[in-house]
Nanobody, 123 residues
Framework: QLQLVESGGGLVQPGGSLRLSCAIS????????MAWFRQVPGKEREFVAG????????YYADSMKGRFTISRDNAKNTVYLQMNNLKPEDTAVYYC????????????????WGLGTQVTVSS
């Protein structure tokens, strides 16, 4: 059974940085893309960034471009999300997910999810 476990969330001041990690145990057959989503209460889960199996292609939501960087280390079965210049509106629970073979921004297309890690941006 594939399991995803996020870590690295916390409280940070506006303009600060955090690095989220997603540890993957087990793996689906074949190559697969990984993605980060985020969610605030009362809103739908929002796509943040995605990366292909090889790491050769990445895709970001417009509001994250230039501030967030997704990467993966397949040898460690870990995906990362480096978040810089954080803003209060980045406050959310961040989830990693996998399932499709290509980067897809629709949450419904992902089969496997972690439990999330809380990121709070506040002074």
């Amino acid at each position: 059974q594939l399991q995803l476990v996020e870590s690295g969330g916390g409280l940070v001041q506006p303009g600060g940085s955090l690095r989220l990690s997603c540890a993957i145990s087990g793996r689906p057959s074949g190559s697969y893309a990984m993605a980060w989503f985020r969610q605030v209460p009362g809103k739908e889960r929002e796509f943040v960034a995605g990366i292909t199996w090889s790491g050769g292609s990445t895709y970001y939501a417009d509001s994250m471009k230039g501030r967030f960087t997704i990467s993966r280390d397949n040898a460690k079965n870990t995906v990362y999300l480096q978040m810089n210049n954080l803003k209060p509106e980045d406050t959310a629970v961040y989830y990693c997910a996998t399932g499709p073979r290509t980067i897809i921004s629709m949450a419904a297309r992902y089969n496997y999810w972690g439990l999330g890690t809380q990121v709070t941006v506040s002074s």
